[in-house]
C-alpha cells in the first residue's frame, strides 16, 4: 500500500519543554492506525501539528506526496485532511441537520448561499440526511445540538468532519467522556466508517484500540516509542510497563 500521511523528524518546542520530539511517522492508504501513550505522550500535540493548529519547531508533515507543512487548517481540510476534538466544537444552537449541510456548503464552496433556507439546497439536504443517517442521527436532526446526549453530540462531531469527504480522518479520543449506555453506539459506528478513508484514532481505551486498529504507535514524552500491529504491541512488556506506571 502506499503511504498517504506522513511526518519526517517533526519536533514542536514550547520554551524549553519539547512537546514532539523528533517524530517519523508513516500511515498508509486505508489504515486503522492507533496513536496511543499514556497522558502528556503528546498526541494531541502531534495530531495539531498534523492539522495545522500548531505550526512545528522543525520537521514536515506530508499529504499524498505533498509538503503541507506550511499550510493553514483550511488548506489541509480541502486537501482531504480532517480531524475531531477531545472537546466537541459544536454550534449548539444549530441542529444536526443545520450543522451538517453548512459542513457540505463549505466542502462545496457556497460560500453565503449556505445560509439561505435549507429547502433552497435540495441536493445538499438530502446529502446531509443520508449523512446523519449513516451516524445514527436521523431521528435526532432536527433537535438543537446542545440538546442532544453526549453521545450523539461526538457522533455529530465526526458525521461534520467525515461531511468533508476527507481521505484521512484523525480521531482525538472520539468516546471520551461518554456514558457506558451510548458508548456501544460511537464505537459501532466508527469501526464501520469506510474503508478506502484512512483513520488515525487517539484512544485510551484498550479494548477500542485493539478491536478497531490494524496499527499502533506508541508516543512516550513526545517521542515515538515503538510501533507495530496489534498483536507485536499487545506482547510488548514495555508497553504494558509504560501503562502500569512501571519504570520502561
Given at each position: 500500500?502506499s503511504?498517504v500521511l506522513?511526518?519526517?523528524?517533526?519536533?514542536?518546542?514550547?520554551?524549553?519543554f519539547?512537546?514532539?520530539?523528533?517524530v517519523s511517522?508513516?500511515?498508509?492508504?486505508?489504515?486503522?492506525?492507533a496513536?496511543?501513550?499514556?497522558n502528556?505522550?503528546?498526541?494531541?500535540?502531534?495530531i495539531n501539528?498534523?492539522?495545522g493548529?500548531?505550526r512545528?519547531?522543525?520537521?514536515r508533515?506530508?499529504?499524498?506526496?505533498?509538503?503541507?507543512?506550511d499550510?493553514?487548517?483550511?488548506q489541509?481540510?480541502r486537501?482531504?485532511?480532517a480531524?475531531?476534538f477531545?472537546?466537541?466544537?459544536?454550534?449548539p444552537?444549530f441542529?444536526?441537520?443545520?450543522?451538517?449541510?453548512?459542513?457540505?456548503?463549505?466542502?462545496?464552496?457556497l460560500?453565503?448561499s449556505?445560509?439561505k433556507?435549507?429547502?433552497?439546497?435540495g441536493?445538499?439536504v438530502d446529502?446531509?440526511?443520508a449523512?446523519l443517517?449513516?451516524?445514527g442521527?436521523?431521528d435526532?436532526?432536527?433537535e438543537?445540538t446542545?440538546?442532544l446526549?453526549?453521545?450523539k453530540q461526538?457522533?455529530?462531531?465526526?458525521?461534520l468532519?467525515?461531511?468533508a469527504?476527507?481521505?484521512?480522518?484523525l480521531?482525538?479520543?472520539?468516546?471520551?467522556g461518554v456514558?457506558?449506555?451510548?458508548?456501544?453506539?460511537?464505537?459501532?459506528i466508527?469501526?464501520a466508517?469506510p474503508a478506502?478513508?484512512t483513520v488515525?484514532l487517539i484512544?485510551?481505551?484498550?479494548d477500542?484500540?485493539f478491536?478497531?486498529?490494524?496499527?499502533?504507535?506508541?508516543?512516550?514524552?513526545?517521542?515515538?516509542?515503538?510501533?507495530g500491529?496489534?498483536?507485536e504491541?499487545?506482547?510488548d512488556?514495555?508497553?504494558k510497563a509504560i501503562?502500569?506506571?512501571?519504570?520502561a
Open positions: 500500500m503511504v506522513e511526518t519526517r523528524n517533526l519536533v514542536k518546542r514550547f520554551g524549553g519539547l512537546a514532539t520530539n523528533d511517522l508513516s500511515v498508509e492508504q486505508g489504515a486503522r492506525h496513536l496511543i501513550g499514556p502528556g505522550a503528546g498526541k494531541t500535540t502531534l501539528l498534523l492539522t493548529t500548531l512545528p519547531s522543525s520537521g508533515v506530508i499529504l499524498q506526496g505533498e509538503d503541507i507543512t499550510l493553514p487548517p483550511h489541509r481540510v486537501r482531504g485532511l480531524r475531531t477531545q472537546v466537541n466544537q459544536l454550534f444552537e441542529t444536526p441537520l443545520e450543522a451538517v449541510v453548512l459542513a457540505i456548503g463549505e466542502r462545496e464552496r460560500g453565503a449556505a445560509w433556507p435549507l429547502v433552497a439546497h441536493q445538499v446529502e446531509a440526511a449523512l443517517e449513516r451516524f442521527l436521523s435526532t436532526m432536527g438543537r446542545s440538546r446526549p453526549y453521545g461526538r457522533l455529530l462531531e465526526i458525521a468532519a467525515f461531511a469527504k476527507p481521505r484521512v480522518l480521531l482525538d479520543e472520539p468516546a471520551a456514558p457506558e449506555e451510548e458508548r456501544h453506539e460511537v464505537l459501532a466508527v469501526r466508517l478506502d478513508v488515525i484512544e485510551h481505551d484498550m477500542l484500540v478491536s478497531f486498529a490494524d496499527r499502533i504507535s506508541v508516543l512516550v514524552s513526545g517521542a515515538l516509542f515503538t510501533e500491529t496489534v498483536a504491541i499487545a506482547a512488556a514495555r508497553v501503562y502500569l506506571g512501571e519504570d
